[in-house]
């Protein structure tokens, strides 16, 4: 007989024996599985705020301000997370900024009147 068949009846023996013997032991080897802590709460999901409703329709006549002059038109702050791009931070800022300005001309503001 080969030795690897022997091995694998000798496990299967010793797993039968193991398996009868709990059997034999009844319900009082079930025991412990009470002691383990309670299961973890589920995360619940959280509840999306509902769009709100649209606003009711203007009256014909009724003077409305002009749609590009809101509210948020009004910020001009980056929000915290926006970069100025790369070409424009460190030591090559001045370069870049002397470029643009021999190639685009002064600013409008500084620029004289047109006649």
């Known amino acids: 007989m080969e030795p690897a068949l022997v091995i694998k009846a000798v496990i299967g023996l010793v797993a039968f024996a193991a398996w009868a013997f709990g059997k034999l032991k009844g319900e009082a080897a079930a025991a412990p599985i009470a002691a383990t802590p309670p299961p973890m ?3 619940t999901r959280r509840v999306r705020k ?3 409703p649209a606003a009711p329709e203007p009256a ?3 003077a409305t301000p002009a749609p590009h002059l809101d509210e948020t038109s009004l910020v001009v702050t980056r ?3 926006a970069h100025p791009r790369s070409q424009f931070r460190g030591a090559s800022a001045l370069r870049q900024a002397i470029v643009a300005r021999e190639v685009l001309g002064p600013p409008l503001s500084l620029r004289p009147p047109r006649v």
């Open 60 to 62: 014909p006549g009724a």
């Open 50 to 52: 509902a769009p709100e």
């Open 41 to 43: 709460p589920r995360r």
């Open 79 to 81: 929000p915290a997370r």
